[in-house]
């Protein structure tokens, strides 16, 4: 009995190192498949702008709006030039409702807003209202309804419901694959691991099954989400595997998160009301723990609750996207402007003082990505980034810890037993893995600190190779040049900023983890967007996620688009 115990245990340990080194080979291929299909319909549809309605000037020249928000004015940056020297660079703001109504708003111009003979600051516009702003008339002709729906006709397409099913059909083969990997290494706490890749399973067709209900076909965007979120999962399990079924949890919250934004973001009279809220919640989480905080790692930026410990900046990233992709009028004027400035400052402020000032970075680009945004001002951004310089400087004279990491880098290797062990010993195991990897939960990064966060991508590099950590790396790319090909032809400046500024959070991130981990960057402890384990950071990728796809504008996409009744039967 006891040779044939031997007998099995040892066929057993065979058919496992036979199958790591099969599936060392055919896991980045599969993942190659499967981000291939679902980067390919974001990067490749047809991006025609859409007419809602035309400005019809008094010698009968009609100028195209296409967009639900447009800005008027002189600027080259404004939605409907008009290169006359009595209009204010940006003059007024004239906006589409969902039910086909417009309204244009003053934006605090030299000459002001006439409708009718009269001056207003805002107007609820008719047919046959005449607009006047420096002197030049004009009127506006909306598009009929007939029109409207032959918008919806030629409007891009998102991939079919069929593509989406294969696509999460051959994740959830990969997943299978990365399961049965682990349950063959006999690791500890495999259990738990299991709990965490199969609970992602449930929870991705579960969605998909919800999408087919609200009669919704896209499913890109969240494969790649769901893709990079496995794989975090998988790192989690070579590190610490006890943690998988706390960072499913975080899964669980973040789609809800993912969900609720995007019901709020279907309605844009109310995401205008909820960024008040969002703008309380935003800064007030971190003077919470700016008062309450845990300091670990030389920064004062976790809330801890016994054994639960969460980041509240990372779901203030979320927040300040929100508050930022405020409507267009209302951030143009002058007052809404020096308001959103000062909301900004106050934020990297209370970063600055919680010696986050990675996450610092990221909020300050942020903020250059929708002040550019609204005011199309290079030398508005130079300044910034001038400013932003000297309170780098002053900053790293104040801040020890963000001078010692200052210090390291690019000399990592004149100190690899102390403050350049962390980076040594990832660029030697990335060395290790190679392109395909030594195999799940085979490396030796797990010994290091951090392995499962701010060096996640060493970790994934040496187990799974270097060819899965620039596909995951090209994926978040993908969804950058997506949002900026969508930008074009967005309806609305809520979406089109949002998921712009949303994107560059997302990417940003990812090239100061990647950059960091390998010494090009100073290593800034920021997170990987669902790859680093962290329950917060989870949440805010999930969220901020949410924004990309409100920025869809491909027929039957994005959730935060209401479907249109036609004859009986719903159209977008």
């Known amino acids: 009995m006891q040779d044939l115990v031997q007998s099995l245990q040892g066929a057993e340990s065979t058919f496992y190192y036979v199958f790591l080194s099969v599936f060392?080979?055919?896991?980045?291929?599969?993942?190659?498949?499967?981000?291939?299909?679902?980067?390919?319909?974001?990067?490749?549809?047809?991006?025609?702008p859409e007419i809602w309605a035309w400005l019809t000037m008094a010698d009968g020249t009609k100028l195209p709006i296409t967009h639900w928000e447009n800005v008027i004015g002189r600027s080259k940056s404004c939605d409907v030039?008009?290169?006359?020297?009595?209009?204010?660079?940006?003059?007024?703001?004239?906006?589409?409702?969902?039910?086909?109504?417009?309204?244009?708003?003053?934006?605090?111009?030299?000459?002001?807003?006439?409708?009718?003979?009269?001056?207003?600051?805002?107007?609820?516009?008719?047919?046959?209202?005449?607009?006047?702003?420096?002197?030049?008339?004009?009127?506006?002709?909306?598009?009929?309804?007939?029109?409207?729906?032959r918008l919806a006709q030629l409007r891009g397409r998102a991939g079919s419901f069929g593509s989406s099913l294969i696509n999460v059909l051959l994740l959830t083969i990969f997943q299978v694959l990365c399961c049965l990997g682990f349950l063959l290494s006999r690791q500890k706490d495999v259990q738990s691991v299991l709990v965490g890749i199969g609970?992602?399973?449930v929870v991705q067709w579960l969605l998909l099954l919800f999408y087919f209900c609200i009669r919704r076909t896209s499913f890109e965007v969240e494969t790649i989400a769901f893709f990079i979120s496995t794989m975090g999962m998988a790192a989690i399990a070579a590190v610490v595997p006890g943690e998988a079924s706390k960072q499913f949890l975080s899964i669980i919250m973040g789609i809800c998160a993912f969900l609720g934004i995007g019901w709020a973001l279907r309605d844009l009279e109310r995401a205008k009301k909820l960024r008040w809220l969002a703008a309380v919640a935003g800064i007030g989480f971190l003077l919470i723990t700016l008062v309450f905080g845990t300091e670990i790692n030389g920064a004062k930026n976790w809330l801890k609750f016994g054994s639960f410990s969460i980041q509240p900046s990372e779901l203030s990233k979320v927040c300040f996207v929100f508050v930022g992709a405020s409507t267009m009028d209302r951030i143009l004027t002058k007052r809404n402007l020096i308001g959103f400035i000062a909301y900004s400052v106050a934020i990297c402020g209370c970063l600055a003082l919680m010696n986050d000032f990675g996450t610092a970075l990221i909020f300050f680009c942020a903020f250059l990505v929708i002040a550019y945004m609204r005011s199309g001002s290079v030398g508005t951004i130079a300044l910034a980034c001038t400013s932003l310089g000297f309170a780098g400087v002053v900053a790293l004279k104040i801040a020890p810890h963000a001078m010692q990491r200052f210090s390291s880098w690019r000399h990592i290797w004149e100190s690899p037993l102390s403050s350049g062990y962390q980076q040594t010993r990832a660029l030697m195991c990335m060395a290790a893995g190679g392109l395909f990897g030594l195999g799940a939960g085979q490396g030796y990064m797990k010994n290091v600190f951090a392995a499962d966060s701010d060096m996640v991508v060493a970790t994934i590099t040496e187990e799974w190779g270097l060819l899965m950590v620039v596909m995951i790396i090209l994926s978040i790319v993908a969804l950058g040049v997506f949002v900026v090909r969508s930008a074009a032809v967005g309806r609305s400046s809520f979406y089109t900023i949002g998921a712009c500024t949303a994107a560059s959070i997302l990417l940003l991130q990812t090239i100061l983890n990647a950059l960091g981990t390998v010494d090009v960057l100073p290593l800034t402890g920021v997170t990987f967007p669902f790859l680093s384990n962290g329950g917060s950071s989870m949440i805010g990728a999930w969220g901020l996620l949410a924004f990309i796809k409100a920025g869809d504008t491909r027929q039957n996409a994005s959730f935060a688009v209401r479907l249109q009744k036609k004859g009986g039967r719903e159209d977008e």
């Open 199 to 201: 609970g992602i399973m």
């Open 81 to 149: 030039v008009l290169d006359v020297p009595t209009i204010s660079r940006n003059h007024c703001v004239l906006t589409r409702y969902d039910d086909g109504s417009w309204t244009i708003r003053d934006t605090e111009s030299s000459g002001g807003l006439f409708i009718n003979g009269k001056r207003k600051s805002i107007w609820a516009l008719q047919p046959e209202d005449v607009i006047e702003i420096g002197g030049v008339k004009m009127t506006l002709q909306p598009i009929t309804q007939r029109q409207e729906e």
């Open 24 to 48: 060392r080979y055919v896991a980045p291929a599969l993942a190659f498949l499967i981000l291939f299909r679902a980067v390919k319909p974001l990067l490749f549809f047809r991006r025609a």
